[in-house]
């Protein structure tokens, strides 16, 4: 089946062949129909399979079709997202498929000026993209009107449902009428959240593709047992060891992010970082040197790992091994994209085994093991530049001139 023979608006199809999609992936082949349909959707598909299209193309041909020649008349579908750089992403595939129909879409999020949000969503807004935060803020301001809002969408949905957010999910959905469509997507669910999900549509949901193992068969994952303090040399020695790839770095905290970032600038490697203490500005500035690819290697926290596609990251380096089994498939999702080939690498610390074990259940099968003899794990950190004279001299200078600092105080 080629995007040619649906049907759907042909202006979504000129787009789709500029894009160079021709034909739909396993997801968008079996959620487009219902979705056109008007059903309610739960679809779990695994990452880097399209998801954001396999919405985001029935969506715009529905409103597109029911589009009102006259007048705008009030936001139609609210996507809703965890953060705001998929929030963002989201949105960029949105306008490019509606680039050449009628719809129009909106992103919005917080961390930045709200008056220009407004006065887009006042020059009528089909398409809502949204983070709940700021969502919330404008409808409780009056900004934001729901009554036409006919199509509800939770991309990274199992996310969403979570404890921090199904209250507000739910005040929202108190606001729409019973007529809307809901469409939920992730690629991870579990039997509390399906729950929940299927607590919030009135129609019998669909279940699309739920695969057996939820890593995408293009990541090819393994986990190295590396001592807590040990891990910066193995993170170098990954680097030096391919000066071609993005690496993708997660980490268990904001802290640990900076000291990553300090410990690969002392053996000269250049790193960003993308956390919650940044501001909109410095995360938009990080993800965009990481896109470009001027600079190779991102430092991520988990908040910053759902949904987001750069189509070339290579490598996923997991320094510390995520706390929610979930967030292990979302990590290395973030390689192995559409029908491109990922790796991803875990060092898993004698204090992190027990989790390396929740990761593996959740899996339901063992993680390949790097093998690694004494010697080699020995010259890894022999080999790092933080070893070799010309920094140990760099660095007995710095603390030379500290002292000297400390004692004319
Ligand atoms: P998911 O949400 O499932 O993780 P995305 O929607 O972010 O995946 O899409 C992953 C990548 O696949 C994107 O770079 C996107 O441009 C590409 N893609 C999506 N649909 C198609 C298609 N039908 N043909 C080719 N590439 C596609
Ligand atoms: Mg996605």
Redesign the pocket.
Known sequence: MK?DDYDIAPGIKRS?EK???????D??FRSIPPILKGEDVLAI??????????FAIPVISTIEFRKRPDRPDGVKCIVMAPTHELAE?IAG?FTELARHTRVTVLCIHGGVDQEPQIAGLNNGVDVLIATPGRLFDLVSQGHLRLHRVEILVL?EADHMLDLGFIKDIRDLTNKLTNKRQTLF?S?TINEHIKDLAYSLVRNPIRIQVSPKDPVSKNITHSVAFIGMDDKRYFLERVVNENPESKILVFVRTKVRAERVLKAMERVDIRCVTIHSDKDAAERNAAMAQFRSGEVKILVATDVSAR?I?I?DVDFVVNYDLPDKPENYVHRV?RTG???KKGLAVSFCSDEEKEVLGDIEEYLTKPINRVEMDRSDYAQTIDFSREHDWKTLMAKEEEFQSKKKKKKGK
């Open positions: 995007f789709l894009l160079g999609f021709k034909k739909p992936t997801i968008q598909a695994q990452t880097g399979t399209g998801k954001t299209a396999a992403q595939v991309d997507f690629a949904g596609d189509p999702g994209r559409g029908m």
